[in-house]
């Protein structure tokens, strides 16, 4: 699959240039600071690669808080946030598929802080290529709505992490082509609906979980 990954990037990156020439320019005349941000991610056998995104947040975030953000972080710009709800902050990722570094589908590329908190089971999901959209980032896509809590990054530790990992070990345990395809378009069809519907799309990773969504979460999965 890395010859589509690598002609869907290139087509991709051709195609959207004038839009990606945009958004840079919004994201400089906005805010102050660069225009990229690349922080360091875990890839494919626990290697280390810069991430590529537009800017989100204001400069030096990550030394004024969690690595992950939660609901409402006063660090994220005003045009971050909306690049955040349209996902269009991750479209400079194509350039790490055209690395090799991501593929197109596959679990999210991970902080290495929470890598850490990886158990022996979950080394499968580093034996992939990580994706620019994966089963458990379409599961959990409005992930910030769901860290309401003030501490949100020990509750993302605790119960949003295990949770992502347990989704994509599934899908691993059965993926092939058609389920790749399937989920970049469930993708691009939870994009699309996501202005409208932020809150409710929020609802099924309420911190408040009864115990019978996890297995309701891994159904969602399965379908994908």
């Keep these: ?18 839009l990606l020439l945009v958004l840079a320019c919004l994201v400089k005349l906005t805010s102050p600071g660069p225009v990229f941000y690349r922080p360091l991610r875990v890839g494919q056998g626990g290697r280390l690669f810069r991430l590529n995104k ?3 947040m204001v400069p030096d975030a990550e030394r004024l808080g969690p690595g992950i953000t939660g609901h409402r972080d006063a660090r994220v710009t005003g045009v971050g946030r909306w690049l955040r709800r349209w996902k269009l902050d991750e479209l400079p990722q194509l350039l790490n598929v055209l690395a090799g570094e991501m ?12 890598v850490e908190y990886y158990r022996p089971e979950h080394a499968a999901v580093l034996s992939v290529r990580p994706g620019i959209t994966g089963a458990a980032s379409l599961v959990y896509r409005n992930e910030e709505e769901a860290l309401t809590t003030r501490n949100w990054e020990q509750e993302y530790i605790a119960r949003l ?3 992502k990992l347990l989704i994509e070990l599934e899908y691993l345990g059965r993926r092939n082509a058609w389920t790749d395809l399937k989920l970049v378009f469930e993708t691009l069809g939870a994009i699309q609906a996501a202005p409208g519907s932020t809150r409710k799309k929020a609802q099924p990773v309420h911190p408040r979980l009864a115990p019978s969504d996890r297995e309701k979460r891994a159904s969602l999965a399965d379908r994908i």
């Design 1 to 18: 699959m890395r010859w589509l990954d690598f002609s869907v990037a290139v087509l991709g990156l051709l195609f959207l240039s004038p």
């Design 54 to 56: 537009f800017r989100t």
């Design 103 to 114: 593929a197109l589908v596959g679990p999210r590329p991970e902080d290495p802080r929470y």
């Design 161 to 163: 992490l295990p949770a």
